[in-house]
């Protein structure tokens, strides 16, 4: 298996926006991406602080390389213009990173319970797409079983945080506290609904929720007794709030720098402030330019993010712990697909010599006895098992060892020996 990847920490929002694959889409990648000759499986993992494509292929190097090729043409984008951000997973490396990302491990707010749904999507989508087998097909529903058992056996979990929360924390930041201020959010998905949960314990006294679809901006609205605003008319939402919280899938910009500069005018100069949690960036970053505009992206969550962190890494060692003892056990089961074929193939073949070799000296000597005919067959079979316990007795404690794979090629080059 191999994974090629960027995330928060090797690739700033502007290329991983480039990069990411819209949901309503991922249908049209999968299939293209089951088009590689080089690949047997595929997945596709795109969320707003990483893209990572999880694939089974017998030649590596070459599944690697066909993948950064499918990431730029996919985009339009030059490979040179992001292959520093990349990175490349494979074996045992691959299998922890896996189970730590659903794990939440890996997240930017560790702890946080979306990158699980998100990867159960991820999924879901692919095995619907029929683009998933036998490895991706363990490797997965195991990732979903670890990560269940870190949220069950830690504490890793207990406060409830999300980007959501740590934009929430940010704007709090701001203005020291939210009681009074208006807030507008863009976005009707799972991130502007928590963040209105959070925007509602900290005593904001208006949400303004605007959505391109009008009954998704209502509904979110009454449910937190706000106020939608439709969204042709969020002009009229920006010279009221104190805060934007932005997280839509437009593929473009939603707030240009023509549309603050006007809006500022009418404000007259009061500031506003911007908080960019969507992937591609909602905001387009020029805004950030104007007086009195302030303007901050997901990946200016980080710092917040940190300070989350320090509170979590008592729990998150013991989570390490439950990840760690998975993938060895991955990793045996994951060794036990070639070596236990090749054991099997090899016993195959010394049983059919062995048959063939006893069913000639049979025809050389008809006058056997029975007796003699069954003590034949006993010796010949014994000198077998002898002659292959020890290459046996190796590829089963490589197997335990996770390193058997050189074996198994040392095996088969020395007795002939192909597995299906």
């Keep these: 298996m191999i994974l090629v990847g960027l995330n928060y920490r090797t690739a700033p929002v502007e290329i991983r926006e480039k990069i990411a694959f819209p949901e309503e889409t991922l249908t049209h990648y999968l299939k293209a991406l089951k088009g590689l000759s080089s690949l047997t499986e595929g997945l596709i ?3 707003c602080n990483r893209v990572e494509i999880y694939a089974a292929t017998d030649t590596p190097e070459v599944g690697v390389e066909e993948i950064k090729g499918f990431l730029s043409v996919q985009h339009q984008l030059p490979l040179p213009a992001f292959e520093e951000t990349l990175y490349v997973l494979k074996g045992e490396e691959l299998v922890r990173h896996c189970f730590r990302v659903a794990s939440s491990l890996d997240s930017m707010v560790v702890g946080e319970p979306q990158i699980l749904g998100q990867i159960k999507e991820a999924y879901r989508m692919a095995h619907a797409t029929k683009a998933t087998s ?8 195991r990732a979903f079983s670890v990560a269940k058992r870190v949220r069950t056996e830690t504490s890793i979990g207990n406060r409830a945080v999300s980007v959501s929360f740590v934009a929430v924390e940010l704007a709090k930041r701001i203005f020291a506290h939210l009681e009074g201020r208006e807030v507008l ?3 009707a998905g799972e991130m502007c609904e928590l963040a209105a949960q959070y925007l509602v314990r900290e005593g904001v006294s208006t949400i303004l929720v605007s959505n391109r679809t009008w009954e998704r901006a209502v509904a979110l609205a009454e449910r937190f007794k706000g106020e939608a605003i439709p969204f042709s008319e969020l002009g009229r939402a920006l010279l009221r709030a104190d805060i934007v919280i932005t997280s839509t899938d437009a593929p473009n910009f939603v707030i240009n720098k023509d549309m603050v500069v006007d809006i500022l005018k009418r404000r007259k100069n009061h500031p506003l402030f911007f908080i960019d949690i969507a992937v591609p960036r909602d905001v387009d970053p020029q805004v950030n330019s104007i007086d009195n505009i302030y303007l901050y992206d997901i990946d200016d969550l980080q710092e917040v993010a940190a300070a989350n962190i320090k509170g979590r890494q008592q729990e998150a060692s013991r989570a390490e712990g439950i990840v760690a003892a998975a993938v ?10 070639e070596v236990i074929p090749t054991i099997i193939a090899l016993k195959e073949k010394m049983e059919r010599i062995r048959q063939k070799e006893v069913d000639k000296m049979l025809v050389s000597f008809p006058n056997l006895s029975a007796r003699e005919r069954q003590a034949m067959e006993d010796l010949s079979k014994t000198i077998v098992n002898k002659i292959l316990h020890n290459p046996i007795t190796l ?7 996770a390193d058997g794979e050189p074996y198994v090629d ?4 020395l007795f002939s020996v192909e597995t299906e």
């Design 134 to 141: 036998t490895l991706l097909n363990k490797l997965l529903p």
């Design 328 to 337: 060895e056990q991955f990793c045996r089961w994951y060794q036990s697909l």
């Design 45 to 47: 993992l795109s969320t």
């Design 410 to 413: 040392t095996v088969k080059k």
């Design 185 to 187: 959010i863009i976005g």
């Design 395 to 401: 590829l089963k404690k490589a197997n335990e060892n």
